[in-house]
């Protein structure tokens, strides 16, 4: 059995550090601690390897935030990978800083990413593990919030993050959904 992880993001040095983009750190993160590196492929940076038998594609679509959809469904038909073998990993202004949290399903929650790959796949019926990245901006300044920098602080924390998240993914993979959600979802 094959799966996916999508991390969603914005291409460019500019959206590097952004709260938008922690789901694009997230499979670096995996990447650099398996050793393996992206390539540039069509819609996606593209990266694979092996853990107990699975083969685990790392991908972040090169479309930007709001077309993830377009690369998402290339790579789920191009690896013939079902969508509950999907992992979409996914910033989240309604949880708080540091909160992790594995569905099964869900809305898109105004997220124009998810948007993008619900209209693709039409439904929203694939898992997600919701990032959350807190919400402490005023009343009409969510875009310009999801698209600034951690600050200094948070970026100490992330290290941390990323290492849970990656936990998470290996055990999607390996123990499955329901498992994985039991054990870490807080």
Same mark, same amino acid.
Not at 14 to 18: D, G, S, V
Not at 46 to 51: C, G, I, P, R, T
């Given at each position: 059995?094959?799966?996916?992880?999508?991390?969603?993001?914005?291409?460019?040095p500019?959206?590097?550090?952004?709260r938008?983009?922690?789901?694009?750190?997230?499979?670096?993160?995996?990447?650099?601690q398996?050793?393996? *590196?992206f390539?540039?492929?069509?819609?996606?940076?593209?990266?694979?390897?092996?853990?107990?038998?699975?083969?685990?594609?790392l991908?972040?679509?090169?479309?930007?935030? *709001?077309l993830s959809?377009?690369?998402?469904n290339?790579?789920?038909?191009?690896?013939?990978?079902?969508?509950?073998?999907?992992?979409?990993?996914?910033?989240d202004?309604a949880l708080?800083?540091?909160?992790?949290?594995?569905?099964?399903?869900?809305?898109?929650g105004?997220?124009?990413?998810?948007?993008?790959?619900?209209?693709?796949?039409?439904g929203?019926?694939?898992?997600?593990?919701?990032?959350?990245?807190?919400?402490?901006f005023?009343k009409?300044?969510?875009?310009?919030?999801?698209?600034?920098?951690?600050?200094n602080?948070?970026?100490?924390?992330?290290?941390?993050?990323?290492?849970?998240?990656?936990?998470?993914?290996?055990?999607?993979?390996?123990e499955?959904?329901t498992?994985?959600?039991?054990?870490?979802?807080?």
């Open positions: 059995m094959n799966f996916l992880i999508v991390g969603l993001g914005n291409i460019g500019q959206y590097l550090f952004t938008h983009n922690i789901g694009f750190m997230a499979v670096d993160y995996l990447a650099k398996k050793d393996i *590196n390539k540039t492929d069509r819609l996606a940076s593209v990266a694979s390897y092996k853990e107990k038998g699975h083969t685990i594609y991908i972040k679509p090169t479309t930007f935030m *709001n959809g377009k690369a998402v290339h790579w789920l038909n191009f690896y013939k990978i079902e969508k509950e073998n999907m992992l979409v990993l996914v910033d202004l708080p800083f540091e909160t992790l949290r594995l569905k099964p399903k869900g809305s898109s105004g997220h124009n990413g998810l948007k993008s790959i619900e209209e693709v796949l039409s929203s019926e694939y898992p997600r593990l919701r990032m959350g990245i807190g919400s402490d005023p009409g300044r969510q875009a310009d919030y999801v698209l600034s920098n951690f600050s602080a948070e970026l100490e924390t992330i290290p941390f993050i990323l290492d849970k998240t990656a936990e998470i993914i290996e055990s999607f993979c390996v499955g959904l498992k994985t959600m039991n054990k870490y979802n807080q």
